[in-house]
């Protein structure tokens, strides 16, 4: 710690989400643009829209985004095993 030079800089951590990305429905199922629902193809965490709208600050989301992570995965997890039976 005697010799320099010594740099400091000052950082933000936060989860950043998305506001109005990939439509599905409550299986997590890719929806067309019809609405139909496209076989197969699931989306969840950040690329699924609908879990915020516009009355939330989407900007930061420290935590919440990493819960639907997680759950959007075990929803489209639970729709998969039925198609694949």
């Known amino acids: 710690m005697e010799e320099g030079p ?13 506001c109005g990305g990939i439509k599905v429905n409550e299986k997590t199922q890719v929806l067309d643009e019809n ?3 496209i076989v197969g193809l699931y989306a969840g965490g950040s690329d699924a829209g609908g879990l915020y709208g516009d ?5 930061f989301a420290p935590g919440s985004q990493a819960a639907w992570a997680v ?7 639970k729709d998969a095993k039925e198609l694949l039976a």
């Open 35 to 37: 609405g139909e629902v």
């Open 55 to 59: 009355s939330y600050d989407v900007k």
């Open 6 to 18: 010594y740099w400091l800089c000052e950082t933000a951590d936060g989860f950043y989400t998305t």
């Open 71 to 77: 759950n959007s995965g075990r929803l489209a997890m």
